[in-house]
């Protein structure tokens, strides 16, 4: 909510000592990626975002389009208010349609264009 990057977070997470959900002194870009867009920390759920292709094999396949997907809304407390999730997920679109990477080191990364490109 502060305009921070996921490697951003995760230094300052590190920095402070907080250890990652795993007990890792490290924190990665990729927890953090994994955190903020966990729609499970909405306090909502998909279901069947995966399924079993082979039951002997237990081989499971990403669901897209075989199978009904189900979003349940408010199936448990949310960690993080929906409104705030919302917000996070607004802005982590609004930095991939730039076309920049989202873990920029200057300030400056997100907002100067050199004149060739």
């Not at 759920?45 to 995966?50: G, H, S, V």
């Amino acid at each position: 909510m502060e305009g921070k990057s996921y490697s951003a977070i995760a230094k300052i997470l590190t920095a402070q000592g907080t250890p990652s959900p795993t007990g890792n002194d490290k924190w990665s870009l990729a927890t953090i990626r994994n955190i903020l867009t966990n729609e499970t920390l909405r306090g909502s759920k998909r279901l069947q975002k995966t399924y079993t292709t082979n039951c002997l094999t237990k081989a499971t396949k990403p669901n897209e389009g075989e199978l009904p997907s189900y979003y349940i809304e408010e199936s448990h407390a949310a960690i993080i208010p929906p409104d705030e999730w919302d917000a996070v997920q607004a802005e982590i679109a609004r930095r991939k349609e730039l076309g920049r990477p989202i873990s920029c080191q200057t300030p400056f990364s997100t907002k100067v264009i050199c004149g060739d490109c």
